[in-house]
């Protein structure tokens, strides 16, 4: 029976591998599992607060923050071999793995090992416990046992470590017994002026292709290569050396980094693993058994050939995961315009389709299916799939059409916002000052704001004066060139009723695009007020703000100027209605 050693080794990636999993206790990363490790941000902190904690005189408890297979669980691990003497000289407890007694709750196991950092223990407790903990097992603990643990229920509140809107401080401090480094701050990817890059998802990658002693998935590589060298090629072949491209392994990185900030996707260490795994092995391969395998490959049609490779197979299966699904909706194949679709209908209508292909996409993504397409038995849709896609990867960088420039303004905005550049501040609040007052139709004049008035009007528009206060607070402008810690959404605040309450909204990349399109005339439907109700809300406030003074103007939309008549209240609580 022939063996595919290939596809052995990347089955270490899956998510049911039993190397995917870390316990966080103890060390117990393999060869291959530190192989594949890369260092992050969040580690470096962590690393730093063990070292001083570790050296403490009185009690220490590092609360190690964050969300379901964020990496806390791996990190602790590797812990264990890079610290084993400072991390010895704690307990770890990983709330998210860790046995409980079948008989009583997670908050009771919690109570009792958090027994000698209650307020009356505390000053005498000599303990050091590193507690990896999910925020909201958290916030349930403090919930119930708060009262006994009110120093620590304080110092949890100070520093707003159950608030995802903020970047929390997490600088080591000698005279406190509590420290935290939470994940929900640091990301898979970071922002710099240019937009975002991954070092980890592009690492990873670069790792699982590498020509390296120690990467057991390259040697198995070079010995398929070998059994494969007389028989039909594989798809497995094709896309593992497809990501032998840096531009290929970039671009990759760079949808999966939209995924995450389009769609609020979360995205583990655990899940990438697996997603590169998908990508490399089609579900179809990944089923067959052994002693047929590569019978299976070599009966292939073209078509089911050309919809394993990569560029095609990342963009057809949402159901394989959540990331795979986001990716679909960014699949390039509906990036069109005018030029792209007069390529298209050649395409279609070529004697010689490689041709075409030749003419516009690199040929080191033909090399290997030219004769694939030179067969002719690919449908016309398919065949324009195909070529969109290729054209994607081998164009990315050169063609801006093939980006999305109001996704690229967005993480370059969002960078100058954490490093409080009041430029780039004024910008965004300027955007949705613009937007709220253009959200129910373009009043045509600059002060004021249309106002729904209960059943549609065709007939005429009522408006009111429209003035909006952003609260800005004073911070320094920093000079950080790559941002490790941020929130993947801006928070604008504004005053409201002279200035007496506050207003909050948050605009993440879906509400920002919609933002744009206003600036550029769109007008809301149905379906945005009801996508976007927070915003839609936060507008109402601003809106209503001082409803009982405000006088109101009404349009007659069939003369068009921009105010008829004026209706107001007097100093004598009387009313007049004019001709303006």
Not at 66 to 81: A, W
Not at 192 to 211: D, F, H, R, Y
Not at 346 to 368: G, H, M, W
Request: charged share 25%.
């Amino acid at each position: 029976m022939t063996k595919n050693p290939l596809l052995e080794e990347l089955r270490k990636l899956r998510e049911s591998s039993k190397y995917a999993i870390a316990q966080g206790t103890y060390s117990k990363l393999n060869g291959f599992k530190k192989y594949l490790h890369i260092e992050r941000a969040v580690e470096k902190k962590l690393k730093s607060i063990i070292t001083k904690a570790s050296q403490a005189d009185h009690a220490q408890l590092l609360l190690v923050c964050g969300n379901v297979g964020d990496g806390k669980s791996h990190i602790l691990s590797y812990l264990h071999d890079e610290l084993s003497d400072d991390i010895s000289r704690f307990a770890i407890h990983n709330d998210a793995t860790e046995s409980h007694n079948p008989h009583e709750s997670s908050n009771e196991t919690l109570y009792k090992l958090l027994g000698g950092f209650k307020d009356d223990q505390l000053k005498d407790s000599k303990d050091r416990i590193i507690l990896a903990i999910n925020l909201g097992t958290l916030s349930k603990f403090i919930e119930e046992f708060g009262e006994e643990f009110k120093i620590l229920r304080d110092y949890i509140s100070s520093h707003k470590i159950l608030d995802v809107d903020l970047i929390h401080e997490d600088e080591y401090d000698s005279e406190s017994h509590f420290h935290h480094v939470n994940f929900t701050d640091y990301h898979l990817y970071s922002l710099t002026e240019n937009g975002a890059i991954s070092p980890v998802i592009s690492t990873l990658l670069q790792k699982i292709v590498a020509n390296d002693e120690e990467n057991s998935i390259y040697k198995a590589y070079l010995d398929y290569k070998l059994l494969n060298s007389e028989r039909s090629f594989c798809p497995i072949l094709y896309n593992y050396e497809f990501l032998f491209s840096e531009n290929n392994r970039n671009i990759i990185s760079q949808l999966i980094i939209k995924a995450i900030i389009q769609s609020k996707e979360i995205v583990s260490l655990r899940t990438l693993l697996n997603f590169v795994y998908d990508i490399i092995v089609p579900v179809d391969l990944s089923a067959v058994n052994e002693t047929d395998y590569f019978k299976t490959v070599e009966k292939m049609n073209v078509a089911d050939y050309l919809a394993n490779l990569i560029p095609n197979y990342l963009f057809e299966h949402p159901e394989l995961s959540s990331l795979f699904e986001k990716i679909e909706n960014l699949d390039p194949k509906n990036l069109r315009d005018a030029s792209t679709d007069d390529v298209l209908l050649t395409l279609i209508n070529a004697e010689r389709p490689l041709e075409i292909f030749s003419k516009y996409v690199d040929q080191n993504y033909l090399s290997e299916i030219e004769k694939k397409l030179a067969q002719k038995k690919v449908g016309s849709a398919d065949l324009s799939g195909l070529f969109m896609r290729l054209n994607y990867f081998s164009n990315y960088y050169k063609n801006e059409y093939l980006r999305d420039p109001d996704f690229e303004q967005y993480l370059i905005w969002l960078f100058y916002y954490h490093n409080h550049h009041p430029k780039y501040i004024k910008e965004i609040y300027h955007l949705v000052e613009h937007a709220a007052r253009n959200w129910n139709g373009d009043p045509k004049a600059g002060d004021k704001v249309i106002i729904n008035v209960g059943k549609k009007q065709t007939q005429y528009r009522v408006f009111k004066d429209f003035e909006v206060l952003p609260e800005l607070s004073k911070k320094d402008v920093k000079q950080d060139n790559v941002l490790h810690k941020f929130t993947q959404e801006f928070t604008l605040t504004f005053r409201i009723n002279n200035g007496t309450e506050l207003v909050k909204i948050h605009v993440d990349f879906s509400l920002f695009k919609i933002l744009k399109m206003i600036l550029k005339g769109y007008r809301p439907n149905k379906r945005d007020h009801n996508n976007f109700v927070y915003f839609v809300d936060a507008v109402n406030i601003l809106i209503k703000q001082n409803n009982s003074k405000a006088a109101l103007y009404i349009d007659e939309v069939n003369i068009g100027k921009p105010v008829d008549y004026k209706f107001s209240r007097d100093a004598f609580s009387g009313y007049k209605f004019q001709v303006v």
